[in-house]
């Protein structure tokens, strides 16, 4: 059989075939030349998003966010809510505490009269409270004084949420016949054993619905004696450490410790505030102070001083951030002293339960630092930029009303904060009276 040649095209269809898949390329390149894509479409309110800051310049609540950023939320990230955690959920419940919680005081704080009763002075409220000389009895003592002249007290023992154990560790510390740390627990114990006794109330929760205030670190045994007052009953402290075994962090309350004042601080602007750092205070009782001292205490750009060489209260107006290191106790009056004088706090105190740390988020106008990092605080303090700086002392200027006592309770001021962290632990189961 004869085999077939193979017969190539011609070489001029070769060329026509090249020259018309060109011309195709070509055509397809000016139409996406002259058609591009269409960008793509975002949604109004996604162009138009803007940051929102809350207003907190009166006792008001603020105006909720606009909508469209309430419905974007999960993607943009939080809102910005200054320095609270959830400022319109705070504001909702304690707008329901103002309207629902009572507190019942016991009989005692209204009995002045030490012929009857030898230490009826023990529980009746200071007759000044603002005195300086009570240094940090304060809170306790205003506590007292604005509890009995707020709306949230009542005489019907049936309608209330708490009761109130009004002895004054102050008080019981100045009675010669008191006085030392063991016999102010002994009083405490027969006290709490003769409500038990002669009141219908405490039985009823095992003492769950009760409470007592104090602000000073003679106080934090005052239940030592009495296994029920100690395990059950609310202690609202300064002394708020949830390392030492007298604070249940999770039962009990961290008081704002706030020294008395007469007069309206008023603050320096962040662009006067020249140094860096300051601290003063005593190094004898605490480690950390006298580490704090040794590392930085010949540093320049910090005023770090066992003992301040200037007013007390100079450092504190002219510096941008004041130091909180721990004494005797992880509590002092100088988180509330700097937060009265525009100073960013920077606690050094290890295992400290932050007053209102359920409301507030420290972290937006302060800096906390862990004992073993001391030898970093310069470095850690420069690193923070001037914005961030400037954002945590606006949140400063806004929390200060918090760090305040009045006589007649107002606002969202120290006593309705303290009041409002019992509000939030008044789910108690409770028998009948």
Request: net charge positive.
């Amino acid at each position: 059989m004869e085999n077939k040649r193979k017969i190539n095209p011609p070489l001029h269809i070769l060329y026509l075939w090249g020259l018309l898949a060109v011309l195709v390329m070509v055509l397809f390149l000016m139409n996406v030349a002259y058609n591009p894509p269409k960008p793509l479409q975002l949604h109004p309110s996604l162009i138009s998003l803007q940051p929102y800051y809350h207003n907190f310049s009166s006792s008001t609540p603020p105006k909720a966010p606009r909508p469209s950023i309430n419905a974007i939320a999960n993607i943009t990230g939080e809102v910005q809510s200054g320095p609270y955690h959830n400022w319109k959920l705070f504001v909702a419940e304690f707008q329901e505490m103002m309207s629902n919680f009572k507190i019942y005081v016991y009989p005692h704080v209204y009995n002045n009269n030490i012929t009857m009763d030898p230490f009826a002075r023990i529980f009746v409220p200071h007759t000044n409270p603002s005195n300086p000389k009570l240094g940090n009895y304060l809170s306790e003592h205003m506590f007292k004084v604005a509890l009995l002249r707020s709306s949230l007290i009542t005489t019907n023992p049936q309608h209330a949420h708490f009761f109130f154990l009004p002895f004054s560790i102050n008080n019981l510390r100045n009675d010669p016949r008191v006085r030392s740390e063991a016999s102010i627990a002994e009083f405490v114990a027969q006290y709490s054993r003769t409500i038990i006794k002669e009141f219908p109330f405490w039985n009823a929760s095992g003492g769950a619905d009760h409470f007592y205030v104090y602000c000073h670190s003679v106080g934090r045994a005052a239940a030592s004696r009495n296994a029920e007052l100690h395990n059950n009953a609310v202690q609202v402290t300064c002394s708020s450490s949830y390392f030492q075994k007298f604070y249940v962090s999770h039962k009990d309350v961290a008081l704002p410790q706030i020294w008395p004042r007469s007069d309206p601080v008023s603050l320096n602007p962040p662009h006067a505030r020249h140094r860096l750092v300051y601290f003063a205070g005593r190094i004898q009782n605490s480690l950390v102070r006298q580490e704090l001292i040794a590392l930085w205490g010949n540093d320049t750009s910090m005023d770090i001083f066992p003992k301040s060489p200037f007013p007390y209260e100079e450092g504190f107006k002219r510096s941008k951030y004041c130091l909180h290191v721990k004494g005797y106790e992880v509590n002092t009056a100088r988180v509330s002293d700097a937060i009265q004088y525009g100073c960013i706090p920077v606690i050094l105190s290890n295992y400290y339960d932050l007053p209102f740390g359920n409301v507030l988020d420290w972290s937006k106008f302060s800096v906390v630092i862990n004992h073993g990092e001391i030898s970093f605080l310069k470095e850690k303090l420069l690193s923070i930029s001037t914005k961030m700086y400037l954002s945590m002392y606006h949140n400063l200027c806004q929390v200060r009303r918090h760090f305040v006592w009045h006589k007649t309770p107002r606002g969202y001021d120290s006593f309705h904060m303290t009041a409002y962290q019992l509000w939030q632990r008044r789910n108690i189961h409770r028998l009948s009276y």
